[in-house]
């Protein structure tokens, strides 16, 4: 017999830090309950059944209020070691035939054989298996994507059901080589840590040291990215291909990212050439604030990006691929954001070693470490980059609880840290203004040196060394 019911906040602390071990703690019964409860957590009505005769479901789940026609079923299995075989998964099918057409989850804390994944994988999505590791993985994200517990009782925002099978989804888009082209997205929760100054600057030193080619995506709606990177100048003149050297106002941008979300254009025909030789930019604007509160739950939205940022279609006006992606996002957990972390193959966190930066740079290790389980793959945070460094007592007192909440998610932090500049400024207004000056066209200040660093410093850990 089961033991005495356990309390939910032992349920709440193993979906806040979900383990194996964790689970295995709990007896079958209480596991089961705790499967139920991350359903829940899911935006699922679930109803317990295992008491029924039919023993091979043991949780019917309901996209609406139990009762009804269920959204699918359950049956739930507590293994330390022992891999679940193609009998069981064949047993389980039979009782879902019997119950009708509705699909079927198995779930267990260890894993499946391989006859047993081919079992699943002939039932045409009859059945789908979840092992530990891919438990964990679907308590992460959904614990990174919306409102649990108490917070979700009293929420009045409705909030969309997340099944499992979203997983499958992302793990299906196929995905560039990193050493081919590398996706890297520039990420922090918190507003004014650089994080356009680190995504143009990254782009220059990789165009103008390192002769890589570069396309950059302005996925934030105040489109500060695109400002700094006007049109080049058009034609002038008699002579074919004659231009003014600093026409003032540049050519507007006709078409911007915001287009591609509302399926007007793809993302290849977004992409135009800056004033800078080897690179491009992908521009947004104010729009994307608007689709901000339409998309934030549309997952499929963010599949679709992925799979186009990924796609060897996206490529340059002249034909050629890219030898780097990298996505500059805006401030908080937004749909751009999280959209943008999970195309990514790498993360670049920059920071502020300031009081209040701490809680953005959780905030988007959070949001990494969630889009990273959802897409099983990418998001890793290829370490965190100080910015705006002063050298001060002050920003010493603010590195050590920064580098505590680096260290519990295992990223370091860059030895790099790219100073306070007057440069920085003169070069972005230069640039805006649609001359070819630049951090680096500029004689060479602390800040060009930090990033030049820094960029030598990246370029190893994701293999472009």
């Known amino acids: 017999m089961a033991g005495p019911a356990v309390d939910v906040k032992v349920f709440e602390e193993i979906f806040a830090r979900p383990t194996i071990e964790g689970m295995l703690a709990l007896d079958w019964h209480d596991f089961e309950d705790f499967v139920k409860y991350v359903f829940e957590c899911a935006g699922y009505a679930v109803e317990r059944v295992s008491s029924y005769p039919n023993r091979h479901v043991d949780l019917l789940l309901y996209a609406g209020r139990v009762g009804g026609k269920p959204s699918a079923r359950v049956e739930v299995r507590r293994y330390a070691t022992a891999h679940i075989i193609k009998p069981a998964v064949l047993a389980f099918l039979g009782a879902l035939q019997i119950a009708g057409a509705t699909p079927g989850y198995l779930v267990t804390t260890s894993d499946f054989t391989a006859p047993a994944y081919e079992a699943a994988a002939a039932s045409n999505g009859k059945v789908h298996l979840i092992n530990g590791q891919r438990l964990i993985r679907y308590i992460q994200y959904v614990a990174g994507t919306r409102l649990t517990g108490e917070d979700a009782r009293q929420s009045v925002i409705p909030q969309p059901l997340i099944p499992p099978d979203c997983l499958s989804t992302a793990e299906s888009i196929e995905k560039r080589d ?21 995504s143009l600057n990254l782009a220059l030193a990789l165009t103008t040291m390192h002769k ?15 400002s700094l990177l006007p049109r080049p100048a058009e034609p002038t003149g008699k002579s074919k291909g004659k231009t003014k050297a600093n026409s003032w106002p540049p050519p507007p941008d006709t078409a911007y990212i915001s287009d591609y979300f509302t399926g007007h254009n793809t993302l290849t025909s977004l992409v135009r050439q800056t004033r800078f030789e080897h690179l491009w930019l992908i521009p947004a604007d104010e729009r994307l604030f608007q689709l901000e509160l339409t ?61 209040l930066a701490v809680k953005g740079a959780r905030s988007a290790l959070i949001t990494a470490q969630t889009m990273r389980a959802l897409m099983g793959s990418g998001v890793e945070v290829a370490g965190c980059l100080l910015t705006r460094w002063k050298q001060s007592m002050p920003a010493m007192q603010a590195l050590v609880p920064l580098r505590d909440v680096l260290s519990g998610y295992n990223v370091r932090l860059l030895s790099a840290r790219v100073p306070e500049d007057s440069k920085v400024e003169k070069g972005h207004s230069l640039t805006a203004w649609g001359k070819l000056r630049h951090l680096f066209g500029l004689a060479s200040g602390p800040a060009a040196r930090a990033y030049d660093s820094f960029t030598k410093e990246l370029l190893p850990h994701v293999h472009r060394g």
């Open 178 to 198: 990193p050493e081919s082209t590398t996706i890297l997205a520039i990420a922090n929760a918190k507003g004014g840590v650089a994080k356009t100054t680190t």
């Open 295 to 355: 998309a934030n739950v549309l997952l499929a939205r963010t599949f679709d990006f992925v799979r186009a940022i990924h796609s060897p279609t996206l490529r340059a006006p002249d034909g050629n691929p890219f030898d780097w992606i990298i996505l500059d996002t805006p401030p908080a957990q937004s749909f751009c954001t999280r959209t943008a972390l999970a195309s990514s193959h790498y993360v670049v966190l920059p920071a502020c070693a300031e009081t």
């Open 212 to 226: 890589q080619r570069v396309l950059l995506v302005d996925m934030d709606g105040q489109g500060s990215l695109t």
